[in-house]
């Protein structure tokens, strides 16, 4: 996905809500409190990881299977990334086989899985970083442009020596009758942010949904707009957030396309033949339990530990099991990650205001040279 983080996509400087205390939250309706192990019980390595009783274990195993499935397809002993304590794939086979023999699992036999076949590897010294949200975009289009179905979505053009057209020669016409439209949707607000999201679903008139994925992109460079919001005094940094960036846009409709088209990028797309928002690797992401992460500091495929606050949830805070599973232009260090929240109006809410600070201890096969070293 060449999606970039919400909150930064729309000018922060660089720098479905649930409960988390019961291990619900974006994408789930999960309750802990019935099956809460006693502390007793819980492997010593898993001990110091805040929140990790109360968590449904069995809400990460899709997310985790996808790994897997990508194991298998890889060559024996490659590296799953950068950081050596990841393992190889010769390292997850076992994992993976194990995994095969918990299609339903219980909260607590998942959690048993993980202590069993994973130990805890932090992954800084107590350094903290930035964590935001992203969600599938939902659209409403037609196959044909009609009165109300202006708004053409590109597929990628072929390159040319003189390179591709920017956003605003795009919307004045630029690519018009060339055969590229893929469909058109009625609001141009909507079009914009299925490219800050890198992929969505269209709800079709003729009744049926369509997924679109990211194709390409025109060559500009990412210039977020929310910026513009700063310079003319209508927010601050810190206020500027997805729905806010998105109201102006509404009841500024003489400037929106004026203050779109400051961003010369433009992302082209591709119909998917399947529903769903897909990640690295074209791997299914799950609502609530898949992190965009940066692979030069963070192996995709492996679980992580979550534990942010300051998230827009009750209480503050997310702490559960996640997968790392995507990437992002502005998904970049040691301590960074971008949540995905699912699609549908409550997803993009909670991911458009996600602005939660903390950090991810990462779980590492136990068979790893580097893990046994450590723990010796």
Known sequence: MARVSTLLAFGLLAG?????????????????????PGLEKVSADFRGLPGWIDDDHAQALPALQRTCRWVAAQPAGKPLGPNPAAGTTSDWRPICEAL???????????????????????????????FTGYYEVELRGSWTRTERYTVPIYK????????????????????????????????PIDAFFL?????????????????????????????????????IGY??????????????????????????NMNPSYVFFQLRPDIGARGARNMELTAGRSLAVDPGHIPLGVPLWLDVREAPVPQGEIKRLVVAQDTGGAIKGPVR??????????????AGVMKARGRYTMLAPRTTSFTLAQRR
């Open 235 to 260: 927010a601050t940094p810190e206020q500027v957030t997805m729905p806010l960036i998105r109201r102006w846009l509404t009841e500024h409709p003489a400037d929106a396309r004026r203050v779109m």
């Open 337 to 350: 990650g971008d949540l995905f929240w699912g699609h549908g109006a409550e997803a993009a809410e909670g």
């Open 100 to 130: 095969r023999g918990l299609p339903n699992a219980e909260p607590e036999t998942a959690r048993r899985f993980f202590e069993d076949h994973f130990v805890p590897v932090a992954l800084s010294e107590g350094q903290e970083g930035l």
């Open 195 to 231: 490219e800050i999201q890198g992929s969505g679903r269209v709800r079709m008139t003729d009744g049926s949904v369509v997924a679109l994925g990211y194709a390409g992109q025109n060559g500009h460079r990412y210039v977020p707009i929310g910026r513009h919001l700063i310079d």
């Open 16 to 36: 479905c809500a649930g409960d988390a205390a019961t291990g619900s939250g974006p994408g789930g309706n999960v309750t802990a409190a019935s099956w809460k």
């Open 156 to 187: 990628a053009p072929k390159r040319t020596k003189r390179g591709l057209p920017s956003r605003a020669r795009i919307t004045d016409g630029a690519l018009k009758g060339k055969g590229l439209e893929i469909l058109w949707v009625d609001d």
